[in-house]
């Protein structure tokens, strides 16, 4: 069986560039994405863009549109986010040969620098920004991020699908369990409010450039508690990461309240995202690019590792949360 995307070619792209009314010069290059195919297409006279492919069958065109129209109520506000493209019509959802695809602005940048703490404030800022609209209404047609669907839907697609060796899989089936037993404690203590997220807030998708941060690709935008968007930021040993997120908090309260019960949910949402990208890759295998760009992935040594790090994260879970006054 053919994988939908080999019939994605270059010249499929550019068909599908100039039928939006922009003439392409014919250069096309592929950006670093593997759940979407992502593109910049230079175009005759003006400044490229970068064309979105999306996967077939992952989202509605209900989600996708809602995704948009979120980034483009972010924009209204002034908040640096990059939110697509709209033909003459309105629409920013396109189609062309059974592919549904969009168009963004190029935007410049590099990863913002997370031990500069005039940086952190500044990424809170925009945080308490986004989520201060985010709050003001849910998602009606995306998911939530919760234990479900990022937990228990990836543990139980492993075990059924036969990615894990024989010698390992008592042990992840025991220690899987585990894990998601105690991050459903510790979900339960914390009443959160769901709110709009960016969902993926990885400092891969912020893009720094004259002391402003611009965040992109929200193809993972979906409901789910505010510390989801911060606490990837973070890193090192706990006396560095406590600093970082009161910096963080400190912009970050400037615009929108936040609920400090939420860091107990921090190292419950990285096993919640360890898990999910696991099963991530084992959902995506069959198409042709992952076996090529993650070859390292289902091997007898990526299970033991992938093993050894749940450990890891089942004694963090019992660890106590980040402290911020």
């Given amino acids: 069986m053919t994988h939908p995307y080999e019939q994605l070619t270059p010249d499929l792209v550019l068909d599908a560039i100039e039928r939006t ?3 392409s010069d014919a250069r096309i290059l592929a950006l670093n994405s593997y759940e979407n195919r992502v593109y910049q297409v230079g175009i005759e006279g003006g400044s490229p863009v970068i064309a979105k492919f999306y996967r077939p069958g992952r989202w509605s065109d209900a989600q996708i549109i809602e995704e948009h129209q979120f980034t483009a109520a972010l924009k209204e506000l002034e908040i640096s986010v990059v939110p697509p493209l709209a033909d003459a019509a309105g629409n920013t959802l396109r189609e062309y040969q059974g592919f549904r695809f969009a168009l963004y602005p190029r935007q410049g940048g590099h990863s913002p620098n997370l031990d500069d703490f005039d940086a952190l404030l500044s990424l809170g800022r925009t945080l308490g920004r986004m989520h201060a609209l985010g709050q003001a209404r849910a998602f ?13 839907d990836s543990y139980d697609f492993l075990l059924a699908n036969d990615f894990i060796p024989a010698s390992l899989r008592e042990s992840y089936r025991t220690l899987g369990a585990d894990v998601l037993a105690r991050c459903e404690t510790l979900f339960k203590r914390v009443a959160y409010t769901p709110i709009r997220l960016h969902g993926d807030c990885h400092p891969g998708n912020i ?17 789910g508690p505010a510390i989801q968007d911060l606490w990837m930021l973070l890193s090192g040993e706990r006396e560095q990461q406590t ?9 970050y309260r400037e615009f929108c309240d936040f609920d400090l019960a939420e860091l107990a949910l921090i190292e419950a949402l990285r096993s919640l995202r360890i898990m999910h990208y696991s099963a991530w890759l084992a959902r995506r295998w069959t198409d042709p690019a992952f076996p090529h760009h993650f070859p390292w992935f289902n091997t007898e040594r990526y299970w033991g ?8 994260q089942l004694a963090m879970l019992n660890e106590p949360p980040l402290v911020i006054y």
């Avoid at 998911?143 to 228990?152: C, K, M, S, V």
């Avoid at 720094?208 to 993972?220: E, N």
């Avoid at 600093?243 to 912009?251: F, R, T, V």
């Avoid at 590792?305 to 890891?312: A, D, G, T």
């Fill in 21 to 23: 009314g922009l003439l």
């Fill in 305 to 312: 590792e992938h093993i050894l790090e749940l450990r890891e």
């Fill in 207 to 223: 893009l720094w450039r004259d002391d402003v941060p611009h965040f992109v690709d929200f193809d993972d935008a979906r409901m």
């Fill in 243 to 251: 600093a970082q997120m009161s910096e963080i908090l400190e912009g």
């Fill in 140 to 152: 009606e047609h995306r998911p939530a991020l919760d234990i479900q669907t990022f937990g228990r």
